[in-house]
T-cell receptor
Framework: DSGVTQTPKHLITATGQRVTLRCSPRSGDLSVYWYQQSLDQGLQFLIQYYNGEERAKGNILERFSAQQFPDLHSELNLSSLELGDSALYFC?????????????FGQGTRLTVV | GQNIDQPTEMTATEGAIVQINCTYQTSGFNGLFWYQQHAGEAPTFLSYNVLDGLEEKGRFSSFLSRSKGYSYLLLKELQMKDSASYLCAAELPQAAGNKLTFGGGTRVLVKP
């Protein structure tokens, strides 16, 4: 158990809908990262938050947004869902935003858009 | 930009050794991570290299050459449970947001 909690574990929804994925980082970790992993694809970095502020942005679509709350949990919002958004969405957390630090991954949310 | 390349698949025999290579081209670089990921599960940390050289951790070792933009993960005494994807990831410096940029992963199949 990495200490990073993601909910829900599975989500099935229809095209055009909106969903929210939730992540609770390890106790004491200030950084939260979101990654998307499509079938047989590598991990694609979406966005990073550090202590409530957006720190880095990757290949995140405009239909997607995220935030980190004062208690450091984070939510990833996906709207106007398309079939191609079906993927595993991972959240990871680490202690710092700088330096070489290990990121711990949650078990992921498997999103299926039908 | 950032580019991280690793082979897509490798097959090896139980008890053997396998070396997974990773080459990277990044505009900045803190260190190089290796993660293991079983299908449908979360990636788990294996090792990281900051300085050139070999880091050994039990059956797993990782090597880094910063000047060549090259790393490898060495898996010794392969076991069936080592069948998984192995992800190479470069950590960018703080100015870029300290994000891990992953390669596409190498799927290793261990056969009896």
């Amino acid at each position: 158990d990495s200490g990073v909690t993601q909910t829900p574990k599975h989500l099935i929804t229809a095209t055009g809908q909106r969903v929210t994925l939730r992540c609770s980082p390890r106790s004491g970790d200030l950084s939260v990262y979101w990654y998307q992993q499509s079938l047989d694809q590598g991990l694609q970095f979406l966005i990073q938050y550090y202590n409530g502020e957006e720190r880095a942005k990757g290949n995140i679509l405009e239909r997607f947004s995220a935030q980190q709350f004062p208690d450091l949990h984070s939510e990833l919002n996906l709207s106007s869902l398309e079939l191609g958004d079906s993927a595993l969405y991972f959240c990871a957390s680490s202690v710092e935003a700088g330096g070489v630090t290990e990121a711990f991954f949650g078990q992921g949310t498997r999103l299926t858009v039908v | 930009g950032q580019n991280i390349d690793q082979p897509t698949e490798m097959t090896a025999t139980e008890g053997a050794i396998v070396q997974i290579n990773c080459t990277y081209q990044t505009s900045g670089f803190n260190g190089l991570f290796w993660y293991q990921q079983h299908a449908g599960e979360a990636p788990t940390f294996l090792s990281y290299n900051v300085l050139d050289g070999l880091e050994e951790k039990g059956r797993f070792s990782s090597f880094l050459s910063r000047s060549k933009g090259y790393s490898y993960l060495l898996l010794k005494e392969l076991q069936m449970k080592d069948s998984a994807s192995y992800l190479c990831a470069a950590e960018l410096p703080q100015a870029a947001g300290n994000k891990l940029t992953f390669g596409g992963g190498t799927r290793v199949l261990v056969k009896p």
